[in-house]
T-cell receptor, first 113, second 111 residues
Framework: DVKVTQSSRYLVKRTGEKVFLECVQDMDHENMFWYRQDPGLGLRLIYFSYDVKMKEKGDIPEGYSVSREKKERFSLILESASTNQTSMYLC????????????FGPGTRLTVT | QQQVKQSPQSLIVQKGGISIINCAYENTAFDYFPWYQQFPGKGPALLIAIRPDVSEKKEGRFTISFNKSAKQFSLHIMDSQPGDSATYFCAASAGANNLFFGTGTRLTVIP
């Protein structure tokens, strides 16, 4: 069974703080993704990575950066958190050849005050 | 611009009834159409998927109907149960590329 874990279920940060969200998968998947989920907007792709140290921007990368130093770990970084980044953040992974079959973590609900 | 349009936003169905969620797309390059199911406090999980070379795919009580000419596809949940209460997302992808998700439908099945 694929397992994708996220470091925190709930996180409260102040405006301007640097925020790190961590994701780990245990199935040796090449691809990893970060989404944000907002009511009425569905899931929107922030960044994805198809290999260690490789990354590509998704649909809404502004205000975010990512890091992938090891195959199993993908980090999302908010350099200077803002209130409009209050959201549910979901990490996912997939095999290289089946990018469309994604396995999701439980999510991190981030509140920026 | 939303690549995949999903409706309704919310749906209430009596136990034993049929739940129907609809999605539409414009990009004719899409060739894989999955549905994801998300329970409260959990991440989405792949439920069922279809490719455009078939018009229907059934897995248990869950059926995807696909209309290629209309660029629409739908999820039907037969004999809906309270345990089916969740948020459902349709999605689409082209080739081995990323998924585009719909906006989600919150389904509530009343006992």
């Amino acid at each position: 069974d694929v397992k994708v874990t996220q470091s925190s279920r709930y996180l409260v940060k102040r405006t301007g703080e640097k925020v790190f969200l961590e994701c780990v998968q245990d199935m040796d998947h090449e691809n990893m993704f970060w989404y944000r989920q907002d009511p009425g907007l569905g899931l929107r792709l922030i960044y994805f990575s198809y290999d260690v140290k490789m990354k590509e921007k998704g649909d809404i990368p502004e205000g975010y950066s990512v890091s992938r130093e090891k195959k199993e770990r993908f980090s999302l970084i908010l350099e200077s958190a803002s209130t409009n980044q209050t959201s549910m953040y979901l990490c996912a992974s997939s095999l290289k050849r089946t990018r469309y079959e994604q396995y999701f973590g439980p999510g991190t609900r981030l509140t920026v005050t | 611009q939303q690549q995949v349009k999903q409706s309704p936003q919310s749906l209430i169905v009596q136990k034993g009834g049929i739940s129907i969620i609809n999605c539409a797309y414009e990009n004719t390059a899409f060739d894989y159409f999955p549905w994801y199911q998300q329970f409260p406090g959990k991440g989405p999980a792949l439920l069922i998927a279809i490719r455009p070379d078939v018009s229907e795919k059934k897995e248990g009580r869950f059926t995807i109907s696909f209309n290629k000419s209309a660029k629409q596809f739908s999820l039907h949940i037969m004999d809906s149960q309270p345990g089916d209460s969740a948020t459902y997302f349709c999605a689409a992808s082209a080739g081995a590329n990323n998924l585009f998700f719909g906006t989600g439908t919150r389904l509530t099945v009343i006992p």
